[in-house]
């Protein structure tokens, strides 16, 4: 069935380097890419998306990669912060035919040492 | 504009007990989603509507979980009887798929807790 596998599990880095999460989604017909911030007790909250017809969207310190050939999409920060520290999931959805259902991959811990 | 609302935020029961959850989308979203967050994993989706029509619930365990949007608003995802293994966040979300907006809004999710 469809599936999202995340990479890593957790990552520790100091505050001012950068991060990168990586995805890989099984569904080649998937063409929407979401990732969400969770603080520890809240809400998942959008961080950046990126659809299947580009390859690279940037918002100030994140941006977002896509190979749609390998299936795989990758969360870049820079310059980290402390309040960056959270949960980082990644999911992908077929938009379109079937809805929205996301397929979430199972989260990265990010930490930010100061 | 207020976000997605759930209530109860958290909820302690014993286990064959009934309970319910409740949530309201953002106003004019159509969409509106139940998820299951176990601990330490991704949310996974339970339910799906576009109004009042569940148009995908392969995934919602129909021996004991059952959701109703009867008005296209909101929206009552209830278990009964409750089991152990129940015990997780479930996380409410909506988008306005009407104009082809894919971005899922959710809710700060129901904390329950099964004894």
């Known amino acids: 069935g469809e599936n999202v596998e995340q990479h890593p599990s957790t990552l520790s880095v100091q505050e001012g380097d950068s991060a990168v999460i990586k995805c890989t989604y099984s569904d080649s017909a998937s063409n929407y890419f979401p990732w969400y911030k969770q603080e520890l007790g809240k809400r998942p909250q959008l961080i950046i998306d990126?659809?299947?017809?580009?390859g690279e969207k940037k918002d100030q310190r994140i941006a977002v990669t896509l190979n749609k050939t390998a299936k795989h999409f990758s969360l870049h920060i820079t310059e980290t912060q402390p309040e960056d520290s959270a949960v980082y999931f990644c999911?992908?959805?077929?938009?379109?035919?079937?809805?929205?259902?996301?397929?979430f991959g199972q989260g990265t811990e990010l930490s930010v040492k100061p | 504009e207020a976000g997605v609302v759930q209530s109860p935020r958290y909820k302690i029961i014993e286990k064959k007990q009934p309970v319910a959850f409740w949530c309201n989308p953002i106003?004019?979203?159509?969409?509106l989603y139940w998820y299951l967050q176990n601990l330490g994993q991704g949310p996974e989706l339970l339910i799906r509507?576009?109004?009042?029509?569940?148009?995908?619930d392969s995934q919602l365990p129909k021996d004991r979980f059952s959701a109703e949007r009867l008005k296209g608003v909101d929206s009552t995802l209830k278990i009964q009887p409750a089991e152990l293994g129940d015990s997780a966040v479930y996380l409410c979300a909506s988008s306005q798929t009407r104009d082809q907006e894919e971005t899922q809004y959710f809710g700060p999710g129901t904390r329950l807790l099964v004894l």
């Open positions: 509507y576009e109004n009042e029509e569940a148009v995908d």
């Open positions: 990126i659809r299947s017809n580009v």
């Open positions: 999911a992908a959805s077929r938009w379109g035919n079937q809805g929205g259902k996301l397929i």
């Open positions: 106003s004019g979203h159509n969409t």
